[in-house]
């Protein structure tokens, strides 16, 4: 896959998740996409189909009444078919806030995301931030 086509995809999901977005953003996904949701609170694992992670989503604007939010922080860095991006994430939660820089790794299948998987700079903190289920 051309670097071009893939950073292409890249700048479309930077600006869907920026925007809140995030119908547009699972709109983006192969059927089969598995996202890497990382660390041992109630949204980690790994989730499978655009349904479940449309879900998620819903989970994270729901227990933060819609505070959840993410943007990208740098350039897109493209490695065959992986794109790395840098990102800040913030949400506010029973008086708590968290807000914490991190990556988000895709990989690219044609012109969708086939994959995903995040990383936190301070996972421990995330984790306390979203609880268990």
Not at 33 to 44: C, T
Not at 46 to 73: C, D, Q
């Amino acid at each position: 896959m051309e670097s071009s086509a893939v950073l292409s995809i890249a700048r479309q999901y930077a600006a869907a998740v920026s925007a809140g977005d995030f119908g547009a953003v699972t709109r983006m996904f192969t059927d089969d996409i598995v996202w890497h949701q990382p660390g041992g609170n109630q949204f980690s694992g790994s989730h499978r189909g655009a349904a479940a992670i449309g879900e998620m989503f819903g989970g994270m604007m729901t227990v933060t009444e819609g505070t959840f939010a993410l943007r990208t922080t740098g350039a897109p860095m493209v490695n065959g078919a992986l794109v790395a991006t840098p990102v800040h994430f913030s949400a506010k939660r029973n008086g708590e806030v968290m807000a914490m820089n991190g990556v988000d790794l895709l990989r690219v299948e044609g012109d969708r995301i086939a994959e995903v998987w995040l990383f936190s700079a301070g996972q421990g903190g995330e984790d306390d931030f979203w609880g268990t289920a």
